[in-house]
């Protein structure tokens, strides 16, 4: 099993950054993708930015140029800085890890944007 740990979320005005970090524990051994997912009041869960373990990044299109997806393959620890937030990205971010063919999520953290 693995267990995935998040922190970072918060309050901030449009603008404003955040940086979110996921370190998972555990069983971690064959982790291969990470990446960050997160779901706003009303709709479904969406993926924000994924990361191999080779280090091939995607993206929404909605943070392209904003967010950026980052790992310490030592630590598989994954990140997610976030620049100029708006309150659009208000939701519940959540860490994701692909383990062969399990896929493991953190609790989640709030990031809140304030206009």
């Known amino acids: 099993q693995v267990q995935l740990v998040e922190s970072g979320g918060g309050l901030v005005q449009t603008g404003g950054s955040l940086r979110l970090s996921c370190a998972p524990s555990?069983?971690?051994?064959?982790?291969?993708?990470m990446g960050w997912y997160r779901r706003a009041p009303g709709n479904q869960r969406e993926l924000v930015a994924g990361?191999?373990?080779?280090?091939?990044?995607n993206y929404a299109d909605s943070v392209k140029g904003r967010f950026t997806i980052s790992r310490d393959n030592a630590k598989n620890t994954v990140y997610l800085q976030m620049n100029s937030l708006k309150p659009e990205d208000t939701a519940v971010y959540y860490c994701?890890?692909?383990?062969?063919?399990?896929?493991?999520w953190g609790q989640g953290t709030q990031v809140t944007v304030t206009s």
């Open positions: 990361i191999t373990s080779h280090g091939v990044k």
């Open positions: 994701n890890a692909i383990q062969r063919t399990l896929s493991f």
């Open positions: 555990g069983s971690i051994f064959g982790i291969n993708t």
